[in-house]
């Protein structure tokens, strides 16, 4: 059944557009703060080191995230996470005042927590709800929204601090400006749903979000280190915020005035949402070929990421951390001199979207659970963090900028041909995906037999999700159980993937059927099971001819098809 609307409250495209407007209130904003450069303050030692514990934190509960998300779920996970972002721009309020470096630190450190449960329950979210063939449109969808923030955020410091053109430290309204944000994204995180109540327009549900428990979730963390597919992320997850600290403090904060950082962080953020809509349409709609598309879209971003750190390289020989320019750039009274670098920190917040997306689009790509990809997602917002840890310590230590500038290219340049090996292994085409399923479908009917197999097609319209049976072949618990003997058909974990399916299937009274069994007594709560020992079973879908005669069974309707309820056996 084809669900028309796109519109829906729990239609993918409203589920990741209300993380993506929880994201503009909540690390948006952030966004903006840091990209002032110090946090707003002239001395940016007290920031730096706010960011340090707050990345070391991050990279902890980034990759601890995706599994915190699987045992909590979407509403829990998500309003902690956002709750610490308040507390953090309260910090430099109050540093503002009374100059104590230790709340700035602490908060930092708190915000790195929540941070990794944010970003993990986003990623799970962004990756997982919208359908395979479209995830790059939905990540720029998101990644627009998200950084309108940051359009929004640095106007803030502009309009308030436009008058104060040799201000050292953005004023009080600034901070009170970005917690009010902050604080409405934190209430709206609870209006995002679990996957299992997301449905998308072709009428299958998101992933069944089951929940899971520390131990489960600690093993499989641990496997994820030794996962091939995430080591060639890796380079690319640790790149991807590194260079913030030399475009925010030693590009932004080092020749701009105060008003004008402000300015530049509009720019920087809106060339993000071009980026990304840019590098989305690519990923989605450039050629047939899902892995065609993944491979024209890294190099893409490879040469253009190559031109914009050249303009880079060329800009940053005109100063360095010895020698400042003597006047600060004023978007206002600096005329021509402004535009080569304002026009270089926009392409800087282009090429970041850019590479952020691409990556996203390769995670979406390698899979469809949303477990997995929440702890994908973690892992890779873990690596990032880390990544971003080690790289305002280098700042704090006054690394050239040159180098800095230097080993920010290299990294991002290290990850290109990795992400393409991992496109061409791991990434497959959609018509590639078909045919194996059409194999599982052939290798099913040869191991479990044409009468049972016609059970578990009974079953796909059942939960009314996609035809392919690749979704469930590969899960043993989901087609037969030892529990009761000879070849059964265990209805309980298909039970999970919709829940029309349980409560029609245990509307009646289990008891009365032989060879039937449900577990606990409750009908509607129980797990249920049916022996077929050599007995045929009719297909109710027209596509099939029914083999059961018509008085052994009894029917019913249900979205539009008529379908079996009980079987006599």
């Keep these: 059944m084809e669900i028309q609307s796109s519109f829906r409250y729990n239609s993918p495209l409203v589920q990741v557009t209300l993380i993506g407007l929880v994201c503009f209130c909540c690390p948006g904003m952030f966004n903006a703060l840091s990209g002032i450069g110090g946090g707003g303050q002239v001395d940016e030692t007290a920031a730096n080191n706010a960011n340090t514990a707050l990345y070391t934190t991050f990279t902890i509960f980034g990759i601890l995230g995706g599994g915190i998300y699987n045992i909590l779920g979407p509403h829990t996970t998500l309003f902690v996470g956002c709750s610490t972002y308040v507390l953090y721009a309260g910090s430099f309020l109050y540093y503002n005042h009374y100059h104590h470096q230790v709340f700035v630190v602490v908060a930092g450190a708190l915000l790195g927590i929540g ?48 008058n104060r053109t040799e201000a050292v430290s953005v004023n009080d309204g600034t901070y009170v400006g970005f917690m009010c944000f902050m604080s409405a994204g934190t209430f709206l995180s609870l209006a995002i749903l679990p996957p299992s109540k997301v449905v998308r327009q072709d009428g299958s549900q998101c992933t069944k979000l089951k929940y899971s428990n520390v131990s489960i979730e600690f093993i499989e963390i641990l496997k994820l280190f030794s996962n091939w597919k995430m080591l060639l992320i890796f380079p690319a997850a640790w790149a991807s915020n590194f260079f913030y600290t030399y475009q925010f403090n030693n590009v932004n904060g080092a020749i701009f005035n105060l008003r004008t950082r402000g300015l530049n962080n509009v720019f920087y953020w809106g060339a993000q949402m071009i980026g990304s809509i840019g590098i989305g349409y690519l990923l989605d709609f450039s050629f047939k070929s899902r892995r065609t598309r993944g491979f024209v879209g890294i190099v893409v971003v490879a040469l253009l990421g190559t031109a914009i750190w050249a303009g880079g390289l060329a800009n940053q020989l005109t100063y360095s951390r010895n020698e400042m320019p003597e006047e600060k750039l004023d978007f206002k009274e600096s005329g021509s001199a402004f535009a080569g670098p304002c026009v270089l920190y926009f392409s800087y917040g282009l090429l970041d979207s850019m590479f952020q997306s691409m990556v996203y689009w390769v995670i979406g790509a390698l899979a469809d659970d949303s477990e997995v990809l929440s702890r994908y997602s973690g892992f890779y917002k873990g690596v990032q963090s880390a990544g971003a840890a080690v790289a305002w310590q280098i700042d704090t230590h006054k690394v050239s900028f040159l180098s800095q500038l230097i080993l920010n290219w290299s990294l991002t340049t290290i990850s290109y041909p990795l992400l393409l090996l991992l496109v061409l292994l791991a990434v497959k085409d959609d018509d590639h995906v078909e045919e194996e399923s059409a194999q599982l479908t052939k290798k099913a009917r040869k191991e479990i037999g044409t009468r049972k197999f016609a059970v578990y097609n009974v079953v796909q319209l059942l939960i009314h999700n996609s035809p392919s049976t690749s979704g469930y072949l590969d899960k043993d618990e989901d087609l037969f159980s030892n529990s009761y003997g000879p070849p059964i058909f265990a209805a309980g974990n298909l039970r999970n993937q919709n829940p029309n399916f349980a409560t029609f299937v245990f509307q009646h009274d289990a008891s009365s059927q032989p060879h039937q069994y449900v577990t606990p007594s409750s009908p509607h709560t129980g797990f249920i099971a049916k022996h077929f020992t050599g007995h045929d079973v009719g297909i109710p879908d027209v596509a099939h001819r029914s083999l059961l005669a018509e008085e052994d069974r009894t029917s019913t309707m249900w979205n539009n098809k008529t379908i079996i309820s009980n079987i006599n056996l």
């Design 115 to 162: 941070a990794g449960l944010l970003w993990a329950g986003q990623g799970a979210i962004m990756t997982s709800y919208p359908p395979s063939n479209r995830k790059g449109t939905y990540i720029s969808i998101f990644w627009s929204i998200f950084n309108m923030g940051g359009v929004i955020g640095g106007l803030i410091p502009f309009v308030l601090n436009y």
